[in-house]
């Protein structure tokens, strides 16, 4: 099981628009990644990082093309297996996102009440996963009265905290100053390896490329090999 | 209907007649036997009994333009509550939409975040309620006061009003769902 690579693309193809407005986004992508690795995505903007995340995390619909996440293709899949797929994935995004009405701990533990837990578990663990992002003593906080660093390491652990087999992440520093970037990517990698999951980070922050395995690079919707 | 009132409507001799006339029974007696002995005996006269008086005064309200204009503006309340619980249900959802969007992307599914919206409906019915309750309960003490007229606020009424009031923010509710379908977790990145 874990020889196969996590994600596995085969000539994906997106497009935006219709008609004449039609404008491809995504030319003939392969790409393959491992269980374990970590994979830096760049390029300069509008070169489809982005939408190649999103269709990797699920979020949108494969057009053309094979994608296979954790063995499991994609193309065609229903809402259901979407959701599934989706679900085994910790998604870290360039603002923070978190639920503002909910505290940090809270907020870990939202993604942790798709999966079966007692609520008793989930603040357990919701917990012990802020303590390893350096955030105990902030737990009952509400967002907004973190700093941007520290609300992004809630982000991490939210998206740390059910163990997934494969980290997304858009540009997780581009709102931080460079102490608290690396702070960010530190612990992510740390955490990850600790994990053994995957993660795929897009970026074009040049002070954090040193905590990837492979660096793939991108422009006008194709991989740069 | 104050005294002047009637006096206008049927005549000023109106207030000299006696038009209207109690029989308390005692609890041995039967009901239908006096009835039909009061009937045959006193000519002119039209004899109920507490139900039938009842049956005939609802009966009287509904064939006069009274009653159907209370029953319609009832119905139009309760559309007028549908639109303004959506206006506020939508506002909210606007508000939360990149949360919404989050959560999608984390996985949840579409009923779960129905399930929040009519949460919310849930507790806005009940919140609306309970001061609209006070408040029947004052204007009815008020109005009954003002008019001489027993004025009880009876539980079933209550309940169906609360009732028709969860009806109505869960309508509203099901209309405000259509927004999440907007929340589209490709563009939370």
Redesign the interface.
């Known amino acids: 099981m874990s020889f196969n690579p996590v994600i596995l693309a085969r000539q994906v193809n997106h497009t935006f628009g219709k008609g004449v407005l039609r404008k491809p986004a995504l030319t003939d992508i392969n790409l393959e990644v491992q269980t374990g690795e970590i994979v830096l995505l760049t390029g300069p903007s509008g070169s489809g990082k982005?939408t190649l995340?999103?269709l990797i995390?699920a979020?949108?619909s494969l057009q053309d093309g094979s994608l296979q996440i954790f063995g499991q293709e994609l193309r065609d899949a229903n809402k259901r297996r979407l959701?599934?797929i989706?679900?085994q994935i910790g998604?870290v995004?360039?603002t923070h996102?978190l639920?503002?009405c909910l505290t940090a701990w809270e907020n870990v533990s939202?993604?942790l009440k798709?999966h079966r837990h007692s609520a008793q578990e989930r603040k357990m663990r919701s917990l012990a996963m802020l303590d390893s992002v350096g955030l105990a003593h902030r737990a009952n906080y509400y967002p907004d009265s973190l700093s941007g660093g520290q609300k992004q390491r809630v982000a991490i652990a939210r998206a740390l905290v059910n163990h997934p087999r494969l980290i997304l992440a858009?540009e997780p520093t581009a709102a931080l100053d460079s102490k608290s970037g690396r702070d960010v990517m530190d612990l992510l990698q740390r955490l990850a390896k600790e994990q053994g999951c995957t993660i795929l980070l897009v970026t074009h922050d040049n002070r954090i490329l040193d905590i990837g395995d492979r660096i793939v690079a991108m422009e006008d919707g194709r991989l740069i090999v | 209907m104050s005294d002047t009132n009637y006096a206008r409507w049927f005549g000023d001799s109106a207030l000299q007649q006696v038009s209207v006339g109690i029989v308390t029974l005692s609890p041995s007696a039967n009901l239908e036997a006096v009835k039909a002995g009061i009937t045959a005996r006193v000519p002119g006269v039209q004899v109920y009994t507490h139900e039938e008086l009842i049956a005939k005064e609802l009966a009287f309200q509904q064939s006069h333009p009274t009653g159907p204009i209370f029953g319609f503006g009832t119905a139009m309340g309760f559309v007028v509550g549908v639109v303004i619980v959506y206006q506020v249900l939508y506002a909210d959802v606007t508000d939360h939409l990149?949360?919404y969007a989050?959560?999608k992307?984390?996985?949840?599914?579409d009923v779960a975040l129905l399930s929040v919206i009519v949460q919310e409906a849930t507790i806005l019915a009940i919140l609306g309620f309970v001061p609209g309750y006070g408040v029947s309960l004052v204007m009815y003490r008020f109005l009954a006061a003002l008019t001489r007229l027993e004025l009880v606020m009876q539980p079933d009424v209550a309940i169906a009003v609360f009732v028709l009031t969860l009806l109505m923010c869960i309508i509203s509710a099901a209309i405000a769902a259509n927004k999440l379908h907007l929340a589209d977790?490709?563009d939370?990145?």
């Open positions: 982005t995340l999103t995390g979020l949108r959701m599934g989706r679900s998604f995004f360039q996102n639920l503002k939202m993604s798709l858009d | 990149a949360e989050t959560l992307a984390m996985g949840y599914s977790p490709a939370v990145f």
